[in-house]
Protein backbone atom coordinates (compact mmCIF):
# COMPACT_ATOMS: atom_id res chain seq x y z
CA UNK A 1 0.00 0.00 0.00
CA UNK A 2 2.65 2.47 0.67
CA UNK A 3 4.38 4.43 -1.85
CA UNK A 4 7.52 6.57 -2.88
CA UNK A 5 7.81 9.41 -0.47
CA UNK A 6 5.89 7.98 2.33
CA UNK A 7 2.28 8.01 0.28
CA UNK A 8 -0.36 5.56 -0.04
CA UNK A 9 -2.36 4.60 -2.75
CA UNK A 10 -5.03 7.28 -4.03
CA UNK A 11 -8.68 5.52 -3.78
CA UNK A 12 -12.01 6.36 -5.28
CA UNK A 13 -15.33 5.43 -4.22
CA UNK A 14 -15.02 1.93 -6.78
CA UNK A 15 -11.41 1.05 -5.70
CA UNK A 16 -9.76 2.41 -8.83
CA UNK A 17 -6.16 3.83 -8.16
CA UNK A 18 -5.07 6.97 -9.67
CA UNK A 19 -1.97 8.97 -9.69
CA UNK A 20 -1.75 12.34 -6.95
CA UNK A 21 -2.09 14.79 -10.06
CA UNK A 22 -5.26 13.24 -11.38
CA UNK A 23 -6.38 12.43 -7.50
CA UNK A 24 -9.13 14.99 -6.87
CA UNK A 25 -8.86 13.40 -3.41
CA UNK A 26 -11.76 14.94 -1.03
CA UNK A 27 -10.36 13.36 2.24
CA UNK A 28 -6.56 13.56 2.91
CA UNK A 29 -5.48 10.46 6.13
CA UNK A 30 -2.22 11.39 7.47
CA UNK A 31 -1.02 8.46 9.71
CA UNK A 32 2.13 6.88 10.08
CA UNK A 33 -0.01 3.54 11.32
CA UNK A 34 -0.26 1.82 8.47
CA UNK A 35 -3.33 -0.42 10.16
CA UNK A 36 -5.30 3.03 10.11
CA UNK A 37 -5.01 4.21 7.47
CA UNK A 38 -6.57 1.09 5.21
CA UNK A 39 -9.28 1.19 7.89
CA UNK A 40 -10.21 4.77 7.19
CA UNK A 41 -9.58 4.28 3.45
CA UNK A 42 -12.04 1.31 3.76
CA UNK A 43 -14.42 3.25 5.65
CA UNK A 44 -14.04 6.53 3.45
CA UNK A 45 -15.12 4.38 0.26
CA UNK A 46 -17.88 2.88 1.79
CA UNK A 47 -19.39 6.40 3.17
CA UNK A 48 -18.41 7.84 -0.86
CA UNK A 49 -14.93 10.01 0.12
CA UNK A 50 -11.96 9.36 -2.83
CA UNK A 51 -9.31 9.24 -0.29
CA UNK A 52 -5.48 9.82 -0.49
CA UNK A 53 -3.68 8.08 2.82
CA UNK A 54 0.06 9.47 3.51
CA UNK A 55 2.34 8.45 6.25
CA UNK A 56 4.10 11.90 7.18
CA UNK A 57 3.28 15.74 6.86
CA UNK A 58 6.31 16.02 3.78
CA UNK A 59 3.76 13.75 1.99
CA UNK A 60 0.95 15.47 3.06
CA UNK A 61 2.11 18.83 1.71
CA UNK A 62 2.84 17.29 -1.29
CA UNK A 63 -0.83 16.32 -1.70
CA UNK A 64 -1.79 19.48 -1.03
CA UNK A 65 0.67 20.74 -4.08
CA UNK A 66 -2.31 19.20 -6.25
CA UNK A 67 -5.38 19.08 -4.18
CA UNK A 68 -7.28 20.81 -1.64
CA UNK A 69 -9.25 17.92 0.47
CA UNK A 70 -12.73 18.75 1.67
CA UNK A 71 -10.95 17.06 5.08
CA UNK A 72 -8.10 16.36 6.83
CA UNK A 73 -7.44 13.34 9.18
CA UNK A 74 -4.37 14.36 11.25
CA UNK A 75 -2.30 11.92 13.82
CA UNK A 76 -0.46 13.90 16.46
CA UNK A 77 2.53 12.14 16.20
CA UNK A 78 4.20 11.73 12.30
CA UNK A 79 7.71 10.45 11.95
CA UNK A 80 8.18 14.37 10.53
CA UNK A 81 6.20 16.43 12.91
CA UNK A 82 4.27 16.65 15.78
CA UNK A 83 0.41 17.62 16.55
CA UNK A 84 0.61 21.07 17.30
CA UNK A 85 3.37 22.12 14.46
CA UNK A 86 1.72 20.10 11.97
CA UNK A 87 -1.89 21.89 12.29
CA UNK A 88 0.20 25.13 12.05
CA UNK A 89 2.36 23.85 8.93
CA UNK A 90 -0.88 22.92 7.59
CA UNK A 91 -2.40 26.16 8.14
CA UNK A 92 -0.35 28.04 6.12
CA UNK A 93 -1.08 25.80 3.15
CA UNK A 94 -5.21 25.33 3.31
CA UNK A 95 -7.98 25.90 5.25
CA UNK A 96 -9.71 22.31 4.80
CA UNK A 97 -10.93 21.31 8.13
CA UNK A 98 -8.23 19.82 10.36
CA UNK A 99 -9.59 16.55 12.71
CA UNK A 100 -7.24 15.43 15.00
CA UNK A 101 -6.65 11.73 15.98
CA UNK A 102 -4.59 10.76 18.45
CA UNK A 103 -4.05 9.02 22.00
CA UNK A 104 -3.40 12.32 24.18
CA UNK A 105 -6.98 12.87 25.78
CA UNK A 106 -5.99 16.04 28.39
CA UNK A 107 -8.32 18.70 28.09
CA UNK A 108 -5.22 21.09 27.70
CA UNK A 109 -3.83 19.13 24.79
CA UNK A 110 -7.83 19.68 23.20
CA UNK A 111 -7.76 23.12 23.47
CA UNK A 112 -3.90 23.95 22.43
CA UNK A 113 -5.18 22.03 19.44
CA UNK A 114 -8.36 23.70 18.48
CA UNK A 115 -6.85 27.32 19.39
CA UNK A 116 -3.81 26.10 16.75
CA UNK A 117 -6.73 25.97 13.98
CA UNK A 118 -8.18 22.25 14.19
CA UNK A 119 -11.63 21.81 13.94
CA UNK A 120 -12.51 18.79 15.58
CA UNK A 121 -10.78 15.70 17.82
CA UNK A 122 -11.14 12.56 18.26
CA UNK A 123 -9.51 10.40 21.16
CA UNK A 124 -7.93 6.72 19.60
CA UNK A 125 -9.31 3.83 19.96
CA UNK A 126 -11.77 5.20 17.90
CA UNK A 127 -15.16 4.05 16.13
CA UNK A 128 -14.32 4.75 12.14
CA UNK A 129 -17.73 5.37 11.88
CA UNK A 130 -17.80 8.18 14.21
CA UNK A 131 -14.83 9.00 12.42
CA UNK A 132 -16.55 9.40 9.21
CA UNK A 133 -19.69 11.19 10.98
CA UNK A 134 -17.07 13.98 12.05
CA UNK A 135 -15.90 14.28 8.56
CA UNK A 136 -19.24 14.10 7.13
CA UNK A 137 -20.08 17.05 9.09
CA UNK A 138 -16.49 19.09 8.64
CA UNK A 139 -18.01 18.90 5.43
CA UNK A 140 -21.38 20.20 5.24
CA UNK A 141 -19.63 23.01 6.60
CA UNK A 142 -16.91 23.25 4.38
CA UNK A 143 -19.89 23.32 1.57
CA UNK A 144 -21.83 26.03 2.93
CA UNK A 145 -24.25 23.79 5.48
CA UNK A 146 -24.24 27.43 7.24
CA UNK A 147 -26.96 28.74 4.19
CA UNK A 148 -27.82 32.10 3.61
CA UNK A 149 -31.63 33.16 2.39
CA UNK A 150 -30.42 34.39 -0.83
CA UNK A 151 -28.34 37.26 -0.03
CA UNK A 152 -24.71 37.64 -0.95
CA UNK A 153 -23.37 40.18 1.69
CA UNK A 154 -23.40 41.13 5.01
CA UNK A 155 -22.86 44.14 6.44
CA UNK A 156 -22.68 44.29 10.03
CA UNK A 157 -20.84 47.01 12.43
CA UNK A 158 -17.76 47.80 10.38
CA UNK A 159 -17.72 44.48 8.94
CA UNK A 160 -18.70 43.25 5.24
CA UNK A 161 -19.33 39.56 5.19
CA UNK A 162 -19.20 37.82 1.33
CA UNK A 163 -20.99 34.28 1.78
CA UNK A 164 -20.47 33.29 -1.97
CA UNK A 165 -16.90 33.90 -1.65
CA UNK A 166 -16.70 33.34 2.16
CA UNK A 167 -14.87 36.13 2.86
CA UNK A 168 -15.16 38.83 5.59
CA UNK A 169 -13.66 42.36 5.57
CA UNK A 170 -13.13 44.77 7.93
CA UNK A 171 -12.72 48.34 6.99
CA UNK A 172 -11.53 46.79 3.60
CA UNK A 173 -8.69 44.59 4.44
CA UNK A 174 -9.76 40.86 4.65
CA UNK A 175 -9.51 39.00 7.51
CA UNK A 176 -8.24 35.27 7.05
CA UNK A 177 -10.85 33.26 8.72
CA UNK A 178 -11.07 29.22 8.83
CA UNK A 179 -13.87 27.16 7.88
CA UNK A 180 -15.26 26.66 11.34
CA UNK A 181 -14.54 30.25 12.09
CA UNK A 182 -16.73 31.70 9.19
CA UNK A 183 -19.57 29.25 9.59
CA UNK A 184 -19.89 30.61 13.13
CA UNK A 185 -19.25 34.78 12.44
CA UNK A 186 -21.77 34.24 9.39
CA UNK A 187 -24.65 32.45 11.87
CA UNK A 188 -24.18 34.74 14.54
CA UNK A 189 -23.98 38.13 12.24
CA UNK A 190 -27.60 36.76 10.43
CA UNK A 191 -29.68 36.57 13.79
CA UNK A 192 -28.25 39.96 15.57
CA UNK A 193 -29.12 39.84 19.20
CA UNK A 194 -30.87 37.03 19.74
CA UNK A 195 -29.00 34.64 22.37
CA UNK A 196 -27.76 31.38 21.24
CA UNK A 197 -26.19 28.62 23.94
CA UNK A 198 -23.74 26.53 23.83
CA UNK A 199 -25.49 23.53 22.80
CA UNK A 200 -27.92 25.42 20.49
CA UNK A 201 -24.31 26.25 18.58
CA UNK A 202 -23.15 23.05 18.36
CA UNK A 203 -25.92 21.40 16.56
CA UNK A 204 -26.34 24.27 14.05
CA UNK A 205 -22.83 24.88 13.12
CA UNK A 206 -20.93 21.04 14.28
CA UNK A 207 -23.83 19.53 13.26
CA UNK A 208 -24.65 15.89 15.27
CA UNK A 209 -21.84 13.74 15.37
CA UNK A 210 -22.16 12.21 19.07
CA UNK A 211 -20.19 13.58 21.97
CA UNK A 212 -18.68 16.95 20.84
CA UNK A 213 -15.62 18.58 22.95
CA UNK A 214 -18.20 20.71 25.40
CA UNK A 215 -15.73 23.93 25.42
CA UNK A 216 -15.75 23.68 21.81
CA UNK A 217 -17.81 26.86 21.39
CA UNK A 218 -15.88 28.87 24.10
CA UNK A 219 -12.19 28.02 22.32
CA UNK A 220 -14.03 28.70 19.08
CA UNK A 221 -15.60 32.25 20.08
CA UNK A 222 -12.21 33.24 21.30
CA UNK A 223 -10.21 32.35 18.46
CA UNK A 224 -13.01 34.33 16.05
CA UNK A 225 -12.76 37.30 18.67
CA UNK A 226 -9.02 37.62 18.35
CA UNK A 227 -8.82 37.68 14.71
CA UNK A 228 -11.74 40.34 14.74
CA UNK A 229 -9.76 42.35 17.38
CA UNK A 230 -12.64 42.22 19.94
CA UNK A 231 -12.43 42.99 23.45
CA UNK A 232 -14.83 40.42 25.84
CA UNK A 233 -14.84 42.90 28.43
CA UNK A 234 -15.71 45.55 25.82
CA UNK A 235 -17.26 43.70 22.59
CA UNK A 236 -17.75 45.50 19.39
CA UNK A 237 -19.40 42.59 17.59
CA UNK A 238 -19.68 38.77 20.10
CA UNK A 239 -21.26 39.93 23.72
CA UNK A 240 -21.23 36.80 26.51
CA UNK A 241 -24.15 36.20 28.36
CA UNK A 242 -23.57 34.60 31.61
CA UNK A 243 -24.97 31.62 32.13
CA UNK A 244 -26.56 31.14 28.69
CA UNK A 245 -24.21 31.77 25.88
CA UNK A 246 -23.64 34.32 22.75
CA UNK A 247 -25.41 36.77 20.93
CA UNK A 248 -24.14 39.04 18.06
CA UNK A 249 -24.44 43.16 18.76
CA UNK A 250 -26.89 44.38 17.09
CA UNK A 251 -25.66 47.82 16.27
CA UNK A 252 -29.32 49.22 15.76
CA UNK A 253 -30.06 48.92 18.93
CA UNK A 254 -30.25 51.32 21.17
CA UNK A 255 -27.71 51.75 23.73
CA UNK A 256 -29.73 50.72 27.25
CA UNK A 257 -31.51 48.19 25.00
CA UNK A 258 -30.56 44.24 26.44
Same mark, same amino acid.
Given at each position: ?31 ? /? ?99 ? =? ?5 ? =? ?61 ? =? ?24 ? /??? /? ?15 ? /? ?8
Amino acid at each position: MKGQGGTTTISNQAGQNRTLEDSGADLLIVDD /DEGILELLTAYGRLNGWQTVAVTSLSAALKVLAYSQPSVIILDWQLPDSDGLSSIQTLRQKTSSPILMLTVRNKESHIIEALNLGADDYVVKPFSPGQVMA =RCQALRR =RQGGRVRDDGKEMITTHDLVIDLNRRQCFKRGILINLSTLEFDLLTYLARHKGRVWTRDELLE =RIWGDVGDTFDRAVDVEIGRLRKKLD /DLP /DNPTYIETVRGVGYRWR /DETASPDQP
